[in-house]
C-alpha cells in the first residue's frame, strides 16, 4: 500500500464539485489518444489544480534516470541525450507549466546551429514538450497563446513526435503528453481549427450554492493549515480512484462498441451539423473509456450521452438563429436522437 504523501499538491479526490471537469481529466487519463482537455470558465474554480491532483494520483511513471524525455528504456533515448545514468527509475508523472511569454525555442528546444557545424555534433537543448512527455502539459489562458504555438501544440499532441528542424538540421524525440488548456472566454476565443483539435472541452463556473461554497472553503483552508494530516485523509480516496484508472486502463482495449453505437455517433455529429470526422471518433474514444471506468464490458447508449457535451459543444458552427449555448444544443440533440 502507497504511504501518504506529506507534501503535495491538494488531493484530486477532495475537489469539490467540477465533474464534469474532473471526469474528462480521468478520461484522457485512461486513454490519452482522446486528445487534449479544453477548460473554459471563470478564474479560481479548479483548473490547474485539478490537473495537478490528478497527476499526483497516478501511478509514477518508470524511465531511464537521466533522460531528458522520460524515455521508458535504454534505446529509446534520443542520440542527441548525453544521458550517462541508464538506470531505470520512479518519476512522477510530469506536469509542465507553459506560460503565456514562452518562446517557440523554450517549448519546442533549441539548436546549437554553431556548435553543429563546427564540431559536428547535435546540440540540443530539450524544451518544455521534452519535459512534458508521458505527462501533462498545462497551459492557463490558452486563448491569449499565439496561434501558430497553439497549432504547434496540438500537432505535437497528436502525433507525438516533436521535430525541430533549423538550417537543415533536424532533431525529434518523442513528445506524447496530455494537453490541457484553460481560459476565459470573455477575454478572447479560439479559432475554430483549434478548437475542433481539443478532445473534449468543458465549462467551469463558480458554485452558486452556498453550501457548497463553504465546503470549498472548508477543504481548502484545512489543507493550507495542515497539508500533511489533510492528505492523509485523502490518501485512501486518491489510491482507490487510482486503481480504478489503472483497471480501466488494462481494460479499454476488450470494450465492445457495436454497429448501433457507431450509428448514434454519426446521427448525433450529423444533426450537429459537426465538420469532418473527428468528432464521432473522439465521442467514441471517450465513451469507451467511460465504459472502461465504471467496469462495463460494451458501450452503451448512456456512455455515449454522458460524454457528448464534452466530446461535442466545441465543434459546432455558431448558429445566428438559435441564441442557446452549445451545451444546451447538443444536450437537445441528444435527446432528440438518442431518445
Not at 530539450?126 to 497551459?139: D, E, H, M, S, V
Not at 465538420?275 to 473522439?282: H, N
Amino acid at each position: 500500500m502507497t504511504e501518504p504523501a506529506t507534501t503535495g499538491p491538494f488531493p484530486f479526490s477532495a475537489i469539490v464539485g467540477q465533474d464534469d471537469m474532473k471526469l474528462a481529466m480521468i478520461l484522457t487519463a485512461i486513454d490519452p489518444g482522446i486528445g487534449g482537455v479544453l477548460v473554459f470558465g471563470d478564474r479560481g474554480t479548479g483548473k490547474s489544480t485539478a490537473v495537478r491532483g490528478l497527476a499526483a494520483l497516478l501511478p509514477p511513471i518508470k524511465a531511464v534516470a537521466g533522460c531528458p524525455v522520460n524515455s521508458v528504456t535504454e534505446a529509446d533515448v534520443p542520440d542527441w541525450a548525453q544521458v550517462h545514468d541508464h538506470s531505470i527509475v520512479e518519476k512522477p508523472t510530469p506536469v509542465v507549466d507553459l506560460p503565456l511569454g514562452a518562446t517557440e525555442d523554450r517549448v519546442v528546444g533549441a539548436l546549437d546551429i554553431e556548435k553543429a557545424l563546427t564540431h559536428g555534433e547535435k546540440a540540443f537543448e530539450p524544451g518544455l514538450l521534452a519535459k512534458a512527455n508521458r505527462g501533462y502539459l498545462y497551459i492557463d489562458e490558452v486563448n491569449l497563446l499565439e496561434d501558430h504555438l497553439v497549432d504547434l501544440l496540438l500537432d505535437v499532441a497528436q502525433s507525438g513526435q516533436n521535430v525541430v528542424e533549423r538550417e537543415g538540421l533536424s532533431i525529434r524525440h518523442a513528445a506524447r503528453f496530455v494537453l490541457v488548456g484553460s481560459g476565459n472566454p470573455e477575454e478572447g476565443e479560439l479559432r475554430p481549427q483549434l478548437l475542433d483539435r481539443f478532445g473534449l472541452s468543458v465549462e467551469v463556473e463558480s458554485p452558486k450554492d452556498i453550501d457548497t461554497r463553504i465546503d470549498v472553503i472548508r477543504r481548502r483552508d484545512a489543507y493550507d493549515r495542515d497539508q500533511t494530516g489533510f492528505l492523509a485523509e485523502w490518501h485512501d480516496a486518491d489510491m482507490a480512484l487510482r486503481a480504478q484508472i489503472v483497471t480501466a486502463r488494462d481494460a479499454l482495449a476488450r470494450v465492445d462498441a457495436d454497429d448501433s453505437i457507431l450509428r448514434d455517433c454519426a446521427e448525433l455529429c450529423i444533426a450537429l451539423g459537426s465538420d469532418g470526422l473527428r468528432g464521432e471518433l473522439t465521442l467514441l474514444r471517450a465513451a469507451r473509456a467511460l465504459a472502461a471506468f465504471e467496469g462495463d464490458p460494451a458501450v452503451t447508449r448512456d456512455h455515449v450521452r454522458r460524454v457528448a457535451p464534452s466530446a461535442l459543444r466545441h465543434r459546432l458552427r455558431r448558429d445566428p438563429l438559435d441564441e442557446a449555448g452549445t451545451t444546451t444544443r447538443v444536450t437537445r440533440t441528444v435527446e432528440e436522437v438518442l431518445a
